[in-house]
């Protein structure tokens, strides 16, 4: 499986959200796509965005009660008891696991989620993610086509998710629930310089839809904000979210030997598939948020041609002469 998308511009190239150890998921991506639906440009008629993959179930999530730009109100009175306890129980377990695997920027936000023991109000992490950043999360029903996220990132709005996985999903669930992105994603949003980048992403987001470039852009999400490294003094550690939020990941891709952990290049990143199945076959590390920053900085145009140039490379190959990180 690799993520060839079978809509050609704005169709989704990722799989599903990892939340965990991938499992087989028929060959296509789950990624909902303004092309090809009813609600092309992404905005929301009430009905789930058009998926597709196995079965083309649409995503979770009741869409009716979302507005035309995707957003709804956290819907609170959803949670019950046995919500919050698998909230809670996630949580412990990933962060028990943080010291020595995480970036020290993700542990010291972590707390800034709130109480560990129940799934937080998002206006109280906006609260305080807006004196921070300026950023804030606003609640979604669950995967929204790609141009309404960009949108949404472009306005440093985070779409957060919030139904949580069943008790029985525990180890893994398909799509990104509120403990991917809440845990995953948003506690670097306190960080200024990696929000400035998530921000600069969006931007260049509504770009690449007009470029038919989606997929190329949403390798370099896939290699960063969901599964990226980043070198420090102590080492190489996490700050993707699907890596944070990933139980057995998390270890995996900072410590297993012989996986190739390559130095950051837009161009290579954006060359690389990925599979969807199993943990990444290939991680990317950057030396600062300030590299991924300023890579962000240049229009991607032409960026775009240099990479349509070149061959696709394969996950799990680390090219001749390219700097790799082995543990
Ligand atoms: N929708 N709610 C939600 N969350 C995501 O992370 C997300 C999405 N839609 C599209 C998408 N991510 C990917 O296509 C990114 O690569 C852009
Ligand atoms: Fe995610």
Same mark, same amino acid.
Do not use: C, H, K, N
């Given at each position: 499986m690799n993520d060839s998308p079978t809509h050609p511009q704005c169709g989704p190239s990722a799989g599903p959200h990892p939340s965990g150890p991938a499992v087989p998921l028929g060959d296509r991506p789950m990624y909902p796509s303004a092309e090809g639906s009813t609600l092309a440009k992404g905005v929301n008629q009430g009905v789930a965005p058009v998926t597709y993959g196995k079965g083309d179930r649409p995503p979770r999530g009741d869409y009716a009660r979302a507005g035309s730009d995707y957003t709804c109100e956290q819907d609170y009175a959803q949670y019950s008891a046995a919500d919050h306890e698998t909230y809670r129980r996630l949580y412990a377990r990933q962060l028990q696991q943080l010291p020595g695997l995480a970036c020290d920027e993700f542990i010291d936000a972590v707390n800034q989620l709130g109480a560990p023991d129940h799934i937080p109000r998002f206006g109280e992490v906006s609260e305080r993610l807006m004196k921070a950043t300026g950023w #804030?999360?606003?609640?979604?029903?669950g995967l929204i086509p790609e %141009? *309404?996220?960009? *949108? +949404?990132l472009a306005d440093k709005r985070f779409p957060v998710t919030d139904w949580i996985r069943k008790p029985e999903e525990f180890d893994y669930v398909v799509e990104p629930d509120v403990f991917h992105d809440l845990f995953g994603h948003v506690p670097l949003l306190f960080n200024p310089t990696f929000a400035g980048y998530m921000q600069a992403y969006g931007v260049g987001g509504l770009k690449a839809a007009r470029l038919n470039a989606c997929e190329l852009l949403a390798r370099l999400y896939w290699y960063t904000v969901e599964f990226g490294l980043i070198s420090t003094p102590m080492g190489l550690r996490a700050y993707g979210a699907g890596i944070l939020s990933s139980a057995g990941e998390l270890t995996h891709s900072v410590k297993t030997p012989g996986v190739p952990r390559v130095?950051? /290049? @837009?161009?290579? +990143?954006m060359r690389t598939r990925y599979r969807i199945d199993t943990y990444q076959a290939t991680y990317f590390f950057i030396d600062?948020?300030? #590299? +991924?920053?300023d890579a962000? *900085?240049?229009?991607?145009?032409?960026?775009? /041609?240099?990479?349509? /140039? @070149?061959d696709e490379v394969e996950a799990g190959i680390v090219l001749p002469g %390219?700097?790799?990180?082995?543990?």
């Open positions: #804030q999360i606003v609640s979604v029903p %141009e *309404a996220f960009f *949108a +949404l130095a950051f /290049g @837009l161009d290579r +990143l600062s948020f300030q #590299q +991924l920053f962000t *900085a240049p229009d991607f145009t032409p960026v775009y /041609g240099v990479v349509r /140039g @070149l %390219e700097r790799s990180f082995s543990v």
